[in-house]
């Protein structure tokens, strides 16, 4: 009796999806070829980010908010020796803020470094690891002079 009432209600939703227009039923339907939020196609050219100079410095992205320096360590440390591990952790929290930084004694170390633990995982997540850019002289905006030391503003 319940599927006898439910026929008539499905059959109505079948005709009046059939007769809405094409982008609602593009969207309400899982059957629809051409979804406009797909990712675009395979053969598209995206611009590659420029690669980093090869360094003894790493900069490791992916980190776990539990993640620590030492821990950072004793992972890397595995495919080389290690000069310093830090993870960048928030001032307030205490946490990590997803990222760090691991430097290496030789150049050979830290490429081992990098295809060692490069989309391996770490506390849980899967850490991307790359040669770290050096960081950008400090421009002042709006061509003021950097602040003072002591600023008391």
Not at 27 to 52: D, M, Y
Request: charged share 20%; hydrophobic share 40%; net charge positive.
């Amino acid at each position: 009796m319940a599927m006898a009432m439910r026929l008539p209600a499905i059959a109505r939703a079948a005709t009046e999806m059939a007769s809405a227009p094409v982008g609602l039923r593009r969207l309400f339907c899982s059957n629809a070829t051409n979804f406009s939020f797909l990712s675009p196609p395979a053969n598209s050219e995206t611009p590659a980010r420029p690669q980093a100079d090869p360094s003894t410095n790493l900069f490791v992205s992916g980190l776990s908010k539990r993640t620590t320096s030492e821990g950072l360590r004793t992972a890397f440390a595995q495919f080389g020796e290690v000069a310093d591990a830090k993870v960048v952790t928030d001032r307030v929290s205490g946490y990590s803020k997803g990222f760090g930084f691991v430097r290496y004694a030789t150049l050979e170390d830290s490429a081992k470094g990098i295809a060692g633990m490069d989309g391996k995982f770490l506390d849980g997540w899967v850490i991307f690891a790359e040669y770290a850019r050096p960081r950008e002289p400090y421009r002042p905006q709006n061509n003021m002079p950097p602040p003072p030391y002591g600023n008391r503003y």
